[in-house]
């Protein structure tokens, strides 16, 4: 089965940048989104088609992708910020969507 | 306002059936493909099945496939997740998400609350 892997944790400091990883075999032939999720709360799309904002979603958040990577970098990460993430892509192989392992961000 | 909210979790027996709903509203239902997510206590997200708007399409993950069904009901606007078979790898967290095609790739603009599903004896 098709598998994303994300590093389970990133600790960034207030107004520093936080970078966040999302690998998967030939991900470069794929579109990658990703979603913050709070504690205790649904998920929410904060990119999509890789590098593409949604309506509402802060200008400090970003995406890249290089080859298989794709990363989420958010820029002046404030403590509002701290919440798990995932990336997510469709496998047309197998006909499924995968979510990434998920990765930690705090705000220390 | 796009609103999904999902129903009928609980605690069911392992071995046991359960159909979760999901009641949508403020937007045209029958115009887009749906999903459900889930995510089991202190665990990630995994997708485990989607719906093509007029139903006739469906995937399944493979962690659920000959257990569960996915059906909806447009003049409803409503979802439903069918589970039999339940195990206790099957607790979690209950997702709906609505799926938004743009260009060649799909991701979930909305999400439900969720429901709780507690397979337990």
């Known amino acids: 089965s098709y598998e994303l892997t994300q590093p389970p944790s990133v600790s960034v400091s207030p107004g520093q940048s936080a970078s966040i990883t999302c690998s998967g075999d030939k991900l470069g032939d794929k579109y990658a989104c990703w979603y913050q999720q709070k504690p205790g709360q649904s998920p929410v799309l904060v990119m999509y088609?890789?590098?593409k904002r949604p309506s509402g979603i802060p200008e400090r958040f970003s995406g890249s992708k290089s080859g298989n990577t794709a990363t989420l970098t958010i820029s002046g990460t404030q403590a509002m910020d701290e919440a798990d993430y995932y990336c997510q892509a469709w496998d047309s192989s197998t006909a499924s969507f995968v979510f990434g392992t998920g990765t930690r961000v705090s705000v220390l | 306002e796009v609103q999904l909210v999902e129903s009928g979790g609980g605690l069911v027996q392992p071995g046991g059936s359960l159909r979760l709903s999901c009641a949508a509203s403020g937007f045209t239902f029958s115009a887009y493909s749906m999903n459900w997510v889930r995510q089991a206590p202190g665990k990630g997200l995994e997708w485990i099945s989607y719906i093509s708007s007029g139903g006739s399409v469906m995937y399944y993950a493979d962690s659920v496939k000959g257990r569960f069904t996915i059906s909806r009901d447009n003049a409803k606007n409503s979802l439903y997740l069918e589970m039999n078979g339940l195990r206790a790898e099957d607790t979690a967290v209950y997702y709906c998400?609505?799926?938004?095609?743009?260009?060649?790739?799909?991701?979930?603009?909305?999400w439900g609350q969720g429901t709780l599903v507690t397979v337990s004896s």
């Open positions: 998400a609505r799926d938004l095609m743009v260009g060649p790739t799909d991701y979930f603009d909305y």
């Open positions: 088609l890789d590098t």
